[in-house]
């Protein structure tokens, strides 16, 4: 290769790459402001049955025993559909539940390749408002027996 070519190549990874966040987050959202959650994501498992997926992403608290579980049901394709999704947030002892929505769903990989879905979701409690969930495309774990799935 030449090295105009490769510089090239370089910075257009290098314009690809910036703007976008890296690691998965959850943040309350107040008008054009957000303010990033102390919750981490841990785990991405799900499991692709021909037009159907499901997935399910946890999140724990990172100083705290908070934690935040979706589960959502997609169809892979161009594009992939969200079809719905639910969340399961305990925060400081008490359990709130309610419906989960899809802004951007991204999902890669086959039937019988590993499979990797990310997104950005819009979680609205009575409590403390709109919150934004965001996890870049991740390899889902293969959820197992025990999974709700």
């Not at 402001?33 to 919750?39: D, F, G, N, Q, T």
């Not at 990989?109 to 919150?131: H, K, L, N, Y």
Request: proline share 5%; glycine share 10%; with cysteine.
């Amino acid at each position: 290769m030449n090295r105009a070519l490769i510089s090239f190549l370089v910075l257009l990874t290098a314009a690809c790459s910036c703007g976008r966040p890296r690691e998965a987050y959850v943040a309350h959202v107040e008008e054009n402001a957000e303010s990033i959650l102390p919750l981490s994501l841990v785990s991405v498992a799900g499991l692709r049955q021909g037009y159907r997926a499901d997935a399910r992403m946890i999140f724990t608290g990172t100083a705290t025993m908070d934690s935040l579980i979706i589960d959502m049901v997609f169809e892979p394709g161009v594009p992939t559909k969200f079809v719905r999704g639910r969340y399961r947030w305990t925060q400081a002892g008490q359990l709130m539940t309610g419906d989960l929505m899809c802004r951007v769903i991204e999902f890669q990989g086959g039937q019988g390749d590993p499979s990797s879905v990310g997104g950005t979701f819009t979680i609205v409690r009575e409590d403390i408002g709109t919150c934004k969930v965001y996890v870049p495309t991740t390899a889902m774990e293969h959820p197992g027996r025990s999974a709700p799935y």
